[in-house]
């Protein structure tokens, strides 16, 4: 198992900026893809981007598509969520997983999950 520690989260206004951080440790942070989650209250937890193991390849859920980056610098165990252009729509817990396939896009598939950290956009 990887252990994963979120950070970054905070309140900012519609339109702005945050970035968050997980890093890893316990594990080979190389061999896993890395996706973030997010859950909203009463709402179910969804899909929000996912890297692959070298970084090559990303995937991103529609409604973030064009606005957040997911990059990792594998050298410092780290995955990076640049969000910008934030909504209100986007506030939630936001959770940094770790999966041993390539690049999934289902909670399932996530074998290792961080804390999360609290993401709130005021409009």
């Known amino acids: 198992q990887v252990q994963l520690v979120e950070s970054g989260g905070g309140l900012v206004q519609a339109g702005g900026s945050l970035r968050l951080s997980c890093v890893a440790s316990?594990?080979?942070?190389?061999?896993?893809?890395m996706g973030w989650f997010r859950q909203a209250p009463g709402k179910e937890r969804e899909f929000v981007a996912v890297?692959?193991?070298?970084?090559?390849?990303?995937n991103y859920a529609d409604s973030v598509k064009g606005r957040f980056t997911l990059s990792r610098d594998n050298a410092k165990n780290t995955v990076y969520l640049q969000m910008n252009s934030l909504k209100p729509e986007d506030t939630a817990v936001y959770y940094c997983?770790?999966?041993?396939?390539?690049?999934?896009?289902?909670?399932?598939?996530?074998?290792?999950w961080g804390q999360g950290t609290q993401v709130t956009v005021s409009s």
């Open positions: 316990g594990r080979t942070f190389s061999n896993y893809g």
């Open positions: 997983a770790a999966s041993r396939s390539r690049a999934p896009t289902e909670a399932p598939m996530y074998q290792s």
């Open positions: 890297i692959s193991w070298s970084g090559a390849t990303t």
